[in-house]
């Protein structure tokens, strides 16, 4: 019997071309470009009107001359110049105009309106020198990251404040008492060593909010926010700041609220320590 041929076929496949991985590139780099968008979306709206009023302003090109505007919260920065940036309080907005109405009167050459005109570059850079080293002290500090909104250092008109706020659910102060929770005392002594070597003399002002009407006040505000401001000097001379470089420790009660449109805020709440402009120096013939 004849054997039945049997034939196999073998289909040789050709091997595809090499397409690279170029896409690939652009495809990680559309997703990174998605989560930066999405994450700027986030940020955005989790930041409220003041603040993108304060970042606006930094990044303003008049904010390298000496004034004080902005808004509020560690990013309630401050720029640097009305001309160019108008103030967040009517309080402030009547003390620029009173100093411009000043300046305007005094126009003797060598009086003091032009000691004035020639002081801000210097002390614009010492501000700014002593913020950073401020914030270079809070580095240190493992709770820094929680204690962010709590904490405000700006500049101002008179120098740099470095201010202790109350936020909801946290604050610096135990309620209707001077004495302050252990974490206010650790911001202050890390803060106190650069305080004792920079130049600036120390004002130290407490306020608080208004009470909610039908709300019981814990404490008279006159004398709570005086004694708040004690117990801030008191840290801060434990902590190695020499008496002298104090100048003045005041309550200042509800009266100068943050937000004046709502004083109930808990924000109002703080103890703000400003580190004083230094005075010009005053030529000989000043007085002649």
Known sequence: MTQPIIIIKKVKKAAHGHHGGAWKIAYADFVTAMMAFFLLMWLISMTTQEQKIGLAEYFSPAALSPATSGAGGILYGRALDTS???PSTPREAERGSAEEADKARSTTPGRASDLDASRPAASVQANY???ASLRQALQSMPDIAE???NIVIEPTKEGVDVSLVDQDGR???REGSVEPYERT??????LAPTLRRLPNRLSITGHTSVARPGSTRAGEPWSLTAGRALAVREILAGSGVPNDNFVSVVGRADTEPVFPDN???APNRRVTVTLLNASPPVPPNILR
């Not at 005392?185 to 890390?190: F, I, N, S, T």
């Open 84 to 86: 160019g940036n108008k």
């Open 129 to 131: 020198s002593a913020i």
């Open 147 to 149: 204690l962010s909104k």
């Open 171 to 173: 604050s610096m102060f």
């Open 185 to 190: 005392r650790r911001v202050l002594e890390a």
């Open 263 to 265: 004083p109930y805020l």
